[in-house]
Structures are given as C-alpha cells and as structure tokens.
C-alpha cells in the first residue's frame, strides 16, 4: 500500500536506503525532503525491498528499488507491472550507471536505457575546494584573495534555525527579489529551504553563514551522503561581492564534515552557464544517470512540425556536419514525407530519409532508392533502435534495390548490404605535375555537360537531374567548397585547410587531363589528396574508401566501370 513520504518516516526507511547504497545526491533522504512538496513522493515496503514513486506535475515516475542487487529483478517486476495496473507508463529517473549495468542484461529486450547527463552529478576532490591550492584553483584561488583583501573581518559561523531564521527568510527575499526573473524552480527551491530549515530537529544537516558588518551575505546547507562524500543542497550569496561563494563552500569544509573526502554539488540541469561554471572547477568524477522506460517502438513518417526534432538529431549525430551544411540539407533536400522516424512513447529516437535516385546501368535508366541520414539519438545507441528502424523500412522497400552510404561499412552487412561503389584517395605525388598549366574559367554552365561526359563511360552511375545542378553551387557553397573548370578537360570541387588541397570530385574528359588539372597546383607547399574514381592512375600514395553500398550486391567486390559521389 502506498503512502506519503513523511519527515518521521526516516526511520523506517533508513535500513532500505543503507541496503541499496547508492551514489549520487537523488537518494539522501534530505534531498527528498527538501523537493518533498514538488515531487510528492510516495513509497511502498516489501519483504526484500522499498520503492518510491514521484508525482511531478502530470507525469509520474519511479525511484530506483532500495534493495540489495540480488533483488533488483523482483522489485523492477513489481514496479512495472504496478505502472501497468494503475495506467502509466513504467519510467525510472536518476538511474546511476552501476545500476543500470546490473539489469541491462535482464531487460535489454524489454526496457530503453537512455542517458540523462544534465542529470549527472559533479563530483570534487575535497581538498581542492577546502584549500584551494594547486594550478586548477588558481582563478578560483584569486577570487577568494580579493575577498579576503576586500573584506578580511568576515565572520563565518553556523546559523541556529531559531535565532537565525529571520536573517536567513530576509536574505533569501532580498537576494531573489533582485532577480529579473524569478524562475518557478527558484520559488521551489526557496521553499524548499524553508522547509529543511523548520525541519532541522529531526534531519541531519549543516548550516552555515558568512557575516560582513554584521549583515549576512551568504548561506550554505550541505550533509553527510554515503561513499565519503558530503552533498552541497544549498550555496546562496550575495552575487555583487567577488570570491563570496568561493569563500562560504570553504568555510563549510573547514569547519564540518572532517572525515569526507569528496563533494557532491548536483546536477547542471542542462544549462550551459551552469555547465560552464561546475567544470571549471575540475571534477574529480561525475555520476552518470539515466532514464529507465519500458521499450514501446513505433515507426511513423515525420510530420511537417517534427522537422526541429529531425535536425536535432541530425546535429546531434552527425559532427562533421555544420551550421550552414545543416541549414542547405533541411532547406533543400529535407522531406517529412520521405523520413521514417522510431519513436518510443512519442518521443524520436531514431531517423533516416529514403529517396528516389535515377542510376544509369548499361545504357539504361534504373529508378532505385538512397537511403541517407540514418542517425539515432547517441544517448540510446546500442540497444537496436537503428536495427528496428532500417529492418522496418527495408521491408516497406523489399522489392526496390536501395543503396546508402556508410561510416562503418560493417554495421550495415546483416541487413544485406554490401559495398557497391569505391573510390580511391591519392596523396598525389607532385614531383610529376606540369610547369605549363591552365588556366580556370568560370563558365558554370559547363559543369553539367562535362559530368555526363564523363560518367557516360562507366557501366553504372548517377543521372543527376536539372534540380540536382540547380544546386550544385549552394551545395558546394554549404561545404565551403570552391570549383574550378578548365576547358575541355573538365572540373574539380575542393577545399583547403592548413595541411593539404582536399579534392572530393574530379571529373575530366580524358585521362590527359588528369595530369594537366591537376598541374594548376604546381606551386603549392600543401599536400593534394584527390579523391577519385579506380581508374585514374596517378603517383601516390592511395587508399580504396567505400562510396556506397547497396542491398543487391552479394559481396564487396571492387568494380571499377561504377562511379558515385554523393554525400546526398
């Protein structure tokens, strides 16, 4: 039977909570006190384990089981099968790594492990922040001196909740009154401690102040959590005074806690100015959290409002890609109807667009399907969320031949596709290059003859069509990519870098031209790296790449009357 967590059930509860033994703030009976009037906590005991369900808002979710490991599966069982009788879906929050890795064998099939790192704790070196000595500390060392400079009779002491409570309700008022905008979790943290402070009779927690002219200017709460580790809950100071909050936490390592030789300072709830500030302070180690929900998967096409969480994941997935690229695929190429997306309980985990493409195969044109921006959210990789999504597709597919492009060529081999496509990478040996060269033109209505001049000699390539060439140049441009055509011998797309000339089509008319385009850098001090089709021939260094792979190919078999060069 389920009941409200109350202040003077610790006591029952304790042995469970010393059972379990985990790391990480979300399990110190203070911390649930002090969030007790927002997450309205309830908690239920069995023979060999205690759980715990949080109402927040509409949503309701499950701590994890305080137990031994050996019980971890009956207790999961009940709490799922608890989620299903009472009609809400199954989640535990602020899972710790160690937990999670204790039951993923056991509900690999069953549940979804997501990562959570703005729910990740920061964990510091005790010492580091007490002392402040060493190179890391040295900016946070100089706002301490300026402080102890500025103000060398500061006085810290412990508050007493009952002398002091009035100094403490008058500060917290000032100090968030100051605020623009006084956010609803900054309401709920200040009641919050409101409550621990009336509560302190009976919660094991320190208290402490720094006086400036007999003013209070900062407060500080923090307790004892397991693993030697002490929990900051609370620095508060007044933000206009230099080497203030530097100066409280060392007091309160200074003057409590004297056996504990890590500090536990929360979460950085994904904002980036926090974020910024807790690594600054070099953590020792972090606490890794997930988000533990039953696997409910679905795969459904994309709808037109969904285009921001597609190119999320895009950017999430895929880091060689930038801004501009980004904005040039979504802009240009994106189509909600052609996009599959696997969701799990309406939210995206995975993506990938598949889209008709034209080859032409011995003189004749073959209508096939690419399959690009296969990408999954990296905090569930590995747990078959691409699997699901690709095996559903292909099926939808089964009778088309379907090509796509891979970083690891090896992912996509149980799913029947193998490389169809090869280029070759030659760091061109320049000792061969010509002194005579020619010059560029810049007649861009040249490109799209001279590419189907090329390609009409290979046994299979891309048709690219009038919409294609419409934007060759943006795309090209997204890339921060330049072209130089050259009469009668064709073109190259390229950029450069500090290290090398880095060209990633070459499209000539003959195999002279080879030589004489590639001559225009004769001068350079940078390496040239051509990629390029397997018949040039050309001193350097090379390497085979695989451009594309298709579902029709029965093996890796190197063809080199084949050309495509699409990243899409």
């Known amino acids: 039977m389920m009941k409200q967590l109350k202040l003077e059930d610790y006591s029952i509860i304790k042995p469970y909570l010393d059972m379990a033994d ?26 060999h384990f205690l759980i715990m369900l949080h109402h927040y808002k509409e949503t309701k979710f499950w701590a994890m089981p305080f137990t031994t490991s050996q019980y971890y599966q009956e207790a999961i069982d009940y709490m799922i099968e608890y989620s299903h009788q009472h009609h809400f879906p199954f989640i535990i929050d602020c899972a710790i790594e160690s937990f999670v890795e204790q039951i993923k064998s056991i509900y690999q099939n069953q549940l979804l492990f997501q990562k959570t790192p703005y729910n990740d704790d920061y964990i510091y070196d005790r010492q580091m922040l007490q002392t402040l000595s060493g190179k890391k500390m040295q900016k946070r060392r ?4 300026a402080f102890l400079k500025e103000y060398p009779d500061y006085v810290y002491r412990d508050l007493d909740i009952v002398e002091d409570f009035e100094i403490i309700l008058s500060c917290l008022n000032r100090w968030e009154n100051e605020k623009d905008d006084m956010s609803e979790s900054m309401t709920s943290e200040v009641r919050g401690i409101m409550y621990l402070l009336s509560s302190k009779h009976m919660l094991d927690f320190e208290v402490g102040g720094i006086f400036i002219r007999g003013q209070m200017e900062a407060f500080i709460i923090a307790s004892r959590l397991k693993h030697s580790t002490i929990q900051i809950h609370v620095e508060k100071a007044n933000k206009e005074i230099r080497g203030l909050y530097p100066a409280v936490l060392k007091a309160m390592l200074e003057h409590h806690f004297p056996d504990e030789k890590y500090v536990n300072r929360e979460e950085d709830m994904g904002l980036e ?30 709808k037109s409002e969904e285009k921001d969480e597609v190119m999320r994941l895009w950017k999430t997935c895929f880091k060689d890609e930038t801004e501009i690229s980004t904005n040039f695929y979504f802009q240009y190429l994106y189509n909600c109807h052609t996009t599959y997306l696997l969701k799990n309980y309406h939210q995206v985990l995975s993506a990938l667009q598949i889209v008709p493409m034209t080859i032409c195969k011995n003189n004749h044109k073959e209508v096939c399907y690419l399959i690009l921006g296969v990408s999954t959210d990296p905090h569930v990789q590995g747990q078959g969320c691409m699997k699901y999504l690709l095996t559903y597709v292909l099926n939808q597919f089964k009778d088309q031949k379907i090509y796509l492009q891979a970083y690891v060529p090896e992912i996509y081999h149980p799913f029947g596709f193998y490389a169809s496509h090869y280029h070759q990478c ?4 320049k000792s061969q290059l010509l002194m005579n060269t020619m010059n ?16 009409a000699s290979f046994d299979e390539y891309r048709l690219r069509d009038q919409q294609y060439w419409n934007l060759f140049i943006k795309r090209c441009q997204a890339f921060e990519e330049k072209i130089l055509i050259f009469k009668d011998l064709g073109y190259f797309v390229y950029y450069q870098d500090e290290e090398a000339i880095h060209i990633s089509e070459f499209i000539y008319l003959n195999e002279t031209a080879i030589l004489m385009m590639l001559s225009y ?15 040039v021939k050309i001193a350097g260094d090379s390497q085979n790449i695989i451009t594309m792979m298709s ?14 060069n699409e990243v899409y």
């Open 521 to 535: 850098w004769h001068d350079t001090d940078l390496k040239i790296l051509l990629e390029c089709d397997m018949r």
């Open 273 to 302: 100015n926090l974020r910024k500030s807790k690594q600054s302070l070099h953590p020792f180690k972090m606490v890794h959290k997930y988000c533990i929900k039953e696997k409910n998967f679905e795969v459904v096409m994309a």
């Open 142 to 145: 100089n706002h301490y001196n």
């Open 22 to 47: 985990y790391e990480g703030y979300n399990s110190n009976f203070v911390t649930m006190m002090m969030w007790n009037h927002e997450y309205h906590i309830m908690y239920e005991i069995h023979d």
């Open 440 to 455: 560029p033109i810049s007649d861009i209505s040249l490109l799209k003859s001279y590419y189907e001049a090329y390609t």
């Open 426 to 429: 030659i760091d061109v040996d």
């Open 551 to 564: 579902n029709q190919e029965l093996s890796d078999h190197l063809d080199r009357n084949k050309f495509i």
